[in-house]
């Protein structure tokens, strides 16, 4: 069987893209790596990596290998932390991965709550553009913790957040936000409009582009954007209309919001790849407890039947 050490060479070697390297990086002799590693190939039954003139090549069997690899030394070093933690040891880092967009809304408050909690317990944030990356970042190992939708047949541990609404968002002086229906708006009547819009690299785009075309259009772009907070600027500067999580509108707002009829919603989950240790089950608790899905600056404005 593979041992942990074998596994971290293998990671290593890919990652420095030399044994040489790799051997230097671990502080071990190159021998010493190499033999251990032709150690792995014979447990496998076959090559896992190409030597080239220049570096090294996977194998299909180490593109195969090397993501477990990767999980099985993420998991190892997970369960050392997790022990201590059990131990009553409030120290360390805490991993968690989530998306940008829940990232600049939902988690700031939640953390600087949590942090006041387990002050001796530092941070290491992953951010990902797209639910699908941030599913498979988890499986492989990546972080004790994701907050985002929960992926489809998620084995691990989940604790449902809540959803979170998504508004549109126009300058204060857009004839929409003027309209008799604020603050609701039917998409279909945006259909002739340019829209601020997201780079397709990133999930906000894959949403915004299914709500149009739910309400029969496909949304003409005037400007593309990665970042929530930006698209939030160029539409209440009146490059055109957009669609964010309600929780990424700040405070103070100029602009103008209003929302979807029908109401557009992401449901939003705590997930972990194992059981929870107690420090990672305290931050879902609190999570879960003072999650900003609806901020009440925005559902403030929303209720008095304008958002401007």
Avoid at 40 to 45: A, C, F, H, K, Q
Avoid at 219 to 248: D, F
Avoid at 251 to 272: E, I, K, N
Wanted: glycine fraction near 10%.
């Amino acid at each position: 069987m593979a041992t942990l050490r074998q596994l971290e060479y293998l990671v290593a070697i890919v990652d420095e893209g030399s044994f040489t390297r790799a051997a230097e990086s671990l502080n071990v002799t190159q021998p010493g790596l190499s033999h251990q590693f032709q150690a792995l190939e014979r447990e496998v039954g076959g090559p896992l990596l190409e030597r080239l003139p220049r570096g090294v090549r996977l194998t299909p069997a180490g593109r195969s290998m090397l993501p477990h690899a990767r999980a099985a030394l993420a998991e190892a070093g997970r369960a050392t932390v997790s022990a201590r933690r059990a131990a009553g040891v409030s120290t360390g880092e805490l991993h968690l991965a989530t998306l940008y967009s829940v990232s600049s809304g939902v988690l700031p408050p939640v953390l600087g709550l949590w942090r006041r909690k387990h002050p001796g317990v530092r941070i290491r944030l992953f951010e990902h553009r797209r639910s699908d990356e941030l599913a498979q970042a988890m499986a492989a190992g990546q972080a004790d913790v994701a907050v985002g939708p929960l992926p489809e047949d998620w084995e691990g541990t989940a604790r449902h957040i809540g959803a979170e609404e998504f508004l549109v968002v126009t300058g204060s002086d857009d004839p929409v936000a003027l309209s008799d229906r604020a603050p609701d708006v039917r998409l279909s009547d945006l259909a002739e409009r340019e829209w601020v819009h997201f780079t397709p690299d990133s999930g906000l785009s894959d949403i915004l582009e299914r709500a149009c075309g739910a309400a029969g259009f496909r949304p003409r772009v005037a400007v593309r954007t990665e970042q929530a907070a930006s698209a939030i600027g160029y539409a209440a500067a009146g490059l055109g209309p957009t669609l964010v999580p309600a929780n990424s509108i700040p405070p103070h707002f100029a602009g103008a919001f209003l929302r979807p009829d029908p109401p557009l919603r992401r449901q939003l989950t705590g997930y972990t790849r194992t059981s929870p240790d107690p420090v990672t089950s305290s931050f879902l608790e609190t999570l879960g407890e003072h999650a900003p899905l609806m901020p009440a600056h925005v559902a403030g404005r929303l209720r008095k039947g304008g958002s401007r």
